[in-house]
């Protein structure tokens, strides 16, 4: 198991490390982004050019970025793979409602069950994080 997280965590570091790098420094062309990807639903375009022009693609590159190198250490890829949680399901859930890519989906679904088998492998130490035991209901 050992050598499968390893594999897992290295693997999702070089993705996430190159989409945050995309994100962030390499320049967007819009004509070349779409014409790559023909089957996408056209409001997912306006979706991304809208996220691009309000700046909040950057906010979602830096934490992929950031997210993408905390896996890479021992000491840090249980915090990045918990804090990469909400940012794969807001990918997946943007692929599944909005552009509608089959590949996209599949995509996104095979890196957040990755992600889920390393949070998973710390289930008890998570769960004694953040399922603190009470004697009340509140």
Sequence with gaps: ?????????FLLALVFIYAGIEKLFLPY???VFKSDIAMTDPQFFEFYD???????????GFFQLLNGFLLVFKRTYLLGSVMMVPLLLCLLMTHVFIS???GFILFDGVMFALNGLLVLSHFDELKTLFLKPTTSLI
């Design 100 to 102: 509608r890519y089959l």
């Design 50 to 60: 809208l996220l691009m022009g309000t700046g909040y693609l950057y906010f979602v």
């Design 1 to 9: 198991m050992k050598i499968a997280r390893y594999i897992i965590r």
């Design 29 to 31: 062309n819009p004509s």
